[in-house]
């Protein structure tokens, strides 16, 4: 299978984010202290959640800041807590010392939940469906496309964007393992799930008939979701992976390919003057991909709507580990929703002596799981509590409503700019 490189000049790249024309001033960071022990800003981050649930939960009692559990190791509370502003700023090619901004009235405003003038990250180019997603998490946003998955976090990061809504899982292509990767890079916080219908189209230039066509392109996953429904078409073509969709239907229109199709989504089609030779070829009419809305901030834990959490963390040395961190759920009727295993990249290899058989070597693994519950639920606590004995890594990735928007798969994609 070949591959094409396609030319996003309208989409945000590492070029746009790095280059100081064009990139405002980066915010002022933080450094944490836990009393004498300094905490970096990615631990005082990666705690957010679990302290803000505290807050949540233990504000009704008097000194309650005694009752913190220990995060990270760090027996804390909240008295001790001391932020230092720290950081430098860079101008053309001189550094100079970064002075904070003064706080206005609009800093100390929450973000307005409809979504509007909020600036909105995905991947792609207008008219892919994390487009979509992020018009229906936050209608009337302004979509910013990023050219790939990383520019997307980075530009939340750096103050580009106040969002990024970004694919982790398909129903049919499974889970996008870039992405939760990037999760664990990056210190972003999940503040909010969609759903969104998959709803595919063999898109082509006017006057362009199926018998015509000797290739079609798309996203490698769109591909593969069609590849039934193109042999009942009877298109003997080459498939041949691009980026994402909506990148396939812009290079045809854009390189006037007669002799290719994209699989896109019908606005992709009318973004890039294309016309609809087939509508919903996808081979499971029930498609859907599951979104994540992240942010630099976690949102404060509530009990009065489902919520979900996601954490993630690495065994400690010792058997039936991972019986005994999913049991802590199972004993406190907490549900799991999900489980996701990723090889370990900081430490592969995990050696395991045995006086009579010798050394063993086995990959160590890094556990991605969603349950359905709120930091905010003493239960939920509890259990990451129990979690923290077993395990070497924990964090909190976000506790963020669930998704509760009606599931119906012959809808069509919201139309927004």
């Keep these: 299978m070949h591959s094409i490189s396609l030319p996003y000049s309208n989409t945000l790249n590492l070029n746009h984010i790095f280059s100081p024309k064009r990139v405002a001033p980066t915010p002022l960071t933080v450094r ?52 230092l502003p720290v950081g430098k700023l860079a101008v053309g090619e001189n550094i100079k010392p970064f002075q904070p901004k003064p706080l206005t009235i609009s800093d100390l405003s929450p973000a307005p939940m409809h979504g509007s003038q909020l600036r909105v990250a995905y991947q792609g180019v207008p008219g892919a469906y994390s487009e979509a997603a992020a018009g229906k998490a936050y209608p009337n946003c302004e979509a910013i496309p990023c050219d790939q998955f990383d520019v997307a976090f980075k530009a939340v990061e750096l103050w580009i964007a106040d969002r990024a809504v970004l694919p982790v899982e398909n129903s049919l292509g499974g889970s996008i393992h870039r992405n939760y990767d990037l999760l664990l890079r990056h210190r972003l916080h999940i503040v909010g799930e969609v759903q969104l219908p998959v709803h595919h189209c063999l898109l082509a230039l006017p006057g362009i008939r199926k018998e015509y066509l000797t290739r079609v392109i798309s996203h490698p996953q769109a591909l593969s979701q069609c590849e039934h429904t193109l042999t009942k078409l009877g298109l003997n073509v080459v498939r041949e992976a691009v980026d994402d969709t909506a990148g ?11 002799d290719t199709a994209a699989i896109a989504s019908a606005r992709a089609a009318d973004l890039y003057g294309l016309n609809v030779l087939a509508d919903g070829i996808q081979d499971d009419p029930s498609n ?18 489902p919520f979900k959490t996601s954490i993630v963390f690495a065994h400690d040395k010792g058997t039936s580990v991972l019986f005994k961190v999913l049991s802590a759920f199972a004993f406190r009727n907490i549900s799991l929703t999900k489980i996701e295993s990723r090889p370990h990249r900081n430490r592969p290899i995990r050696l395991v002596d045995d006086e009579n058989v ?26 990451l509590s129990e979690v923290q004995e077993f395990t070497s890594f924990l964090r909190v990735l976000g506790s963020y409503p669930m998704d509760m928007t009606p599931w119906n798969p012959s809808s069509s994609l919201p139309d927004h700019h």
Excluded at 252 to 257: I, K, P, R
Excluded at 289 to 304: G, H, W
């Design 32 to 83: 944490c202290v836990y009393g004498f022990e300094p905490l970096n800003k990615s631990d005082w981050q990666s705690s957010c959640a679990i302290l803000t649930s505290n807050v949540v939960s233990q504000e009704h009692n008097d000194g309650a800041a005694d009752h913190f559990p220990a995060v990270n190791d760090h027996k804390t509370a909240f008295t001790d807590l001391k932020l």
């Design 248 to 258: 396939a239907a812009e290079f045809v229109a854009n390189n006037s390919l007669r």
């Design 288 to 305: 859907v991909t599951r979104f994540v809305m992240l942010a630099r901030e976690p949102i404060i834990p509530r009990t009065d709507r």
């Design 358 to 383: 010798g050394t063993a070597k086995h990959f160590e693994y890094l556990f991605y799981v969603d349950f359905e519950a709120s930091m905010a639920d003493v239960r939920a606590q509890n259990a």
